[in-house]
């Protein structure tokens, strides 16, 4: 007979320690391996036929984005039938510069979405925050219905939010602001009742000790404690919606995504390219500005 | 000035919990005195001071402090009134910290800035005048655009010292003003309290026995939430204030009693 087994830990502690620690990387470990072994088995782990040909196809096409036709582009090409008769002549430059305005005013239309959708998302969450913030004790219905419309937005995809409200509102930059609003509501809400628990009660007391009323006890001490962090919550926020908006033109709500969607279903990698390489300088311009800002209120 | 005294007890018993905190027969004190309370933790000082602040509750008894009577919870209105007239130096450096040091001393004014000023924090400019003079005055008005969590211990101390010349209380409650700060900043800490309070009455708690003449004229010593003695400055000797330290021998409380030979003991 084995030695008895040491008494069992308590529920609490049964993850911790380097045992445990051990114990959760070996069931991660079995987890990858299930996924892996599974996938493995029903043969769907292949790259395709010749993935490198394939590969190198692609990347040349990017490597070329078509934003350059608009001025290195073919003034005069022909597109011929296979008798050789020409059956019209394009201006490569012409078209690409028509394609670089409509570029501009889906981007436009793209910061639109985002910049309002993030405003209705960050006044919807306010009061909720307000009402799940844990040291504030609001009363506790209240407290779990906050927490429960909070929960359900965050974990509801912008793009399944898209999608019913195409059908409710119809297509459009409409959907995708109320869409984005919604979505963020429960990220916002987060973010702001955490704002709140971490008040500093030390500038509270400061202000009340002289006697003032609590008007300007919220003022002078509430206000300027939590404002920075819904500042920096809010462009934190605004910025991942900047992102997330480039994808809602695939549901029809206009913008960058709808340009995304017309060049993956044309296969034209090299207009793929120059809306990715808006999409990537509108988030790193936007990053570089509100980080800048963020520091500045720390 | 009025002739009633400033602060006044009648057996005054403060219980929280069944146990007795503070429990003092009779204490007075003038407009314009100096007072030290010393004593070990947990002797009643810092409820001595709550109690006259109006933060805490007494079981019985009769508190007088500049004319109002603290007998049962004050209302709000009248709470916030006599606060106006009671400057506070608590423990825990308490400013806002994302204010600059100058909106910090004008929180001050808050007591006579009222309505949409004290909300926008829009001061008038003779307020903000004699908060640049405060700051002058505790040698911090080049600092006065920085930001209070950017100044160290004893630069927010003086802050809040500004904070009182701004606010022009009749009576001062320090709880360990010099806590946490080096000797030197301590004694400056001190100089610049005893000038703020040239004009109003001075209440500090205080553990340093060397702070003691910078700060007082008169030492109550609290042992065990009572009186233990009540001395001028001159008659409190280093033995008096040995014997209030010490550790209880008697049936109240057990404390471990460490010799220095112990220490380097466990040390080594």
Redo the contacts between chains.
């Keep these: 007979m084995l030695a008895s087994a040491p008494g069992r830990p308590a529920p609490s502690r049964r993850f911790s320690g380097r045992l445990g620690f051990l114990g959760l990387t070996l069931i991660y470990l079995l987890l990858i391996a299930a996924c892996l072994g599974s996938l493995a088995r029903e043969d769907e782990l292949s790259l395709g036929r010749n993935p490198i040909a394939n590969l190198m196809k692609t990347a040349g096409e990017f490597a070329r984005p078509s934003f350059l036709d608009a001025w290195f582009g073919n003034p005069h090409l022909e597109y011929r039938s296979d008798d050789g008769t020409v059956l019209r002549t394009e201006n490569r430059q012409m078209v690409e510069r028509d394609y670089l305005a409509g570029l501009g005013r889906a981007t436009w239309t793209t910061i639109r979405i985002a910049t309002l959708g993030s405003l209705l998302g960050a006044l919807l969450a306010l009061p909720l925050a307000v009402l799940t913030a844990r040291n504030l004790n609001a009363p506790r219905a209240m407290a779990w219905l906050a927490k429960g419309i909070l929960d359900v937005a965050r974990s509801i995809h912008t793009l399944v939010f898209g999608l019913v409200l195409v059908g409710i509102v119809g297509l459009g930059p409409t959907a995708g602001i109320l869409a984005i609003g919604l979505h963020s509501m429960g990220t916002y809400g987060k973010l702001f009742a955490e704002a709140i628990e971490s008040l500093?009660m030390?500038?509270i007391?400061?202000?009340?000790?002289?006697?003032?009323?609590p008007?300007?006890v919220f003022?002078?001490?509430v206000w300027?404690?939590v404002l920075?962090q819904f500042v920096s919550s809010h462009l934190y926020v605004w910025e991942f919606n900047i992102r997330d908006s480039t994808v809602l033109g695939l549901i029809g709500a206009g913008g960058l995504g709808l340009l995304i969607t017309e060049a993956t279903a044309l296969f034209q990698w090299g207009r793929l390219a120059t809306v990715l390489i808006v999409v990537i300088a509108l988030v790193v311009s936007f990053d570089a500005l509100s980080r800048r800002i963020r520091t500045a209120l720390a | 000035m009025s002739i009633a005294p400033c602060i006044s007890l009648q057996s005054v018993l403060c219980a929280a919990d069944g146990r007795a905190l503070l429990e003092v027969g009779q204490l007075t004190v003038r407009h314009g005195e100096r007072i030290a309370v010393v004593g070990h933790n947990g002797a009643g000082k810092s409820t001595l001071l709550r109690l006259l602040?109006g933060f805490m509750p007494m079981t019985h008894g009769q508190v007088e402090v500049l004319g109002r009577q603290l007998g049962q919870p004050l209302p709000a209105a009248q709470l916030?009134?006599?606060?106006?007239?009671?400057g506070?130096v608590?423990q825990?450096?308490?400013?806002?910290?994302?204010?600059s040091a100058l909106d910090?001393v004008l929180?001050?004014s808050?007591?006579r800035v009222?309505g949409w000023r004290?909300?926008?924090?829009c001061f008038p400019a003779p307020e903000i005048a004699r908060a640049e003079q405060a700051l002058h005055a505790v040698g911090l008005l080049p600092r006065a655009g920085m930001r209070a969590d950017r100044l160290s211990g004893g630069e927010r101390q003086k802050v809040?010292i500004a904070?009182l010349l701004m606010?022009g209380p009749r009576l001062i409650l320090a709880d360990e003003p010099t806590a946490a700060l080096d000797p030197a900043a301590a004694a400056e800490v001190c100089l610049l309290l005893r000038k703020a309070a040239a004009t109003a009455t001075l209440i500090t708690v205080v553990h340093n026995p060397s702070l003691l003449p910078l700060l007082a004229d008169r030492v109550i010593g609290l042992r065990q939430g009572r009186i233990a003695f009540d001395l001028p400055i001159a008659a409190v000797d280093d033995e008096k204030l040995v014997n209030l330290y010490r550790p209880d021998t008697g049936e109240e409380s057990q404390h471990w009693q460490i010799a220095p030979g112990d220490i380097s003991e466990t040390l080594s």
């Design positions: 500093d030390a500038a007391d400061a202000v009340r000790s002289v006697g003032a009323g008007g300007p003022f002078n001490a300027p404690s920075p | 602040s916030r009134a006599l606060r106006r007239e009671l506070q608590l825990g450096l308490h400013l806002v910290a994302r204010l910090n929180i001050g808050l007591g009222t004290s909300w926008t924090r809040a904070r606010q």
